[in-house]
Structures are given as structure tokens and as C-alpha cells.
């Protein structure tokens, strides 16, 4: 079994940064990616970035430029480095990672004050 674990959400303010962690108890790196999703109460979860088992990334528009994603194979972590938040940033953030199946985290909130 994989167990994902996020950390690193909390308050913060409007231009401010955060960086989230993503802790797996199996290898990372047998994983075909890793994503980062966010959910606000009440509305469909919003997929946000994606790291291959390649290395190669890719973004959702809202956050193209503001986010990076990472990932450290002997960690066996993955990161979610954010600068510049907005309010609408505000969510709980999910790792996911997909294999032969998909695995969720249990959630960082993330809450960016005006």
C-alpha cells in the first residue's frame, strides 16, 4: 500500500509563498507521474500540476508561472513550491500519485488572506 502524506499548507497573505511536501511511503519513482490537485468546499477537484516519471512537468493555466513542482527520488517526496498566491489559491491542497492505480493524500489547507 502507498500512503501519501502533504504538509507545508497554512495561512498566508496575498503575495506571500508556500511550499508543500508530499511524503510516500513507496518509491516515487515507480510511479508513470505525480500530481498536485486542490479543492475548494462545494466544487470539483481542480487538477494543478504534474511532474513524468521523466522529469517533465506541466501546469494548469491558473497557476502557470506562480508554481513549480519537484520531486526528490530519494526522498521519495514531491513539492509544490508557491509564489505569488492569490486568494483564489485558497483550497486544500491533494498529492496524487498514479501507477496501476491512484493514490490520494489526505490534504494540506492552504488559506491566502487578502
Known amino acids: 500500500q502507498v500512503q501519501l502524506v502533504e504538509s507545508g499548507g497554512g495561512l498566508v497573505q496575498a503575495g506571500g509563498s508556500l511550499r508543500l511536501s508530499c511524503a510516500a511511503s513507496?518509491?516515487?519513482?515507480?510511479?508513470?507521474?505525480m500530481r498536485w490537485y486542490r479543492q475548494v468546499p462545494g466544487m470539483q477537484r481542480e487538477w494543478v500540476a504534474t511532474?513524468?516519471?521523466?522529469?517533465?512537468?506541466d501546469y494548469a493555466d491558473s497557476v502557470k508561472g506562480r508554481f513549480t513542482i519537484s520531486r526528490d527520488n530519494a526522498k521519495n517526496a514531491v513539492y509544490l513550491q508557491m509564489n505569488s498566491l492569490k486568494p483564489e489559491d485558497t483550497a486544500v491542497y491533494y498529492c496524487?500519485?498514479?501507477?496501476?492505480?491512484?493514490?490520494w493524500g489526505q490534504g494540506t489547507q492552504v488559506t491566502v488572506s487578502s
Open positions: 511532474i513524468g516519471r521523466g522529469g517533465s512537468t
Open positions: 496524487n500519485a498514479a501507477s496501476w492505480r491512484t493514490w
Open positions: 513507496g518509491s516515487i519513482s515507480s510511479m508513470n507521474a
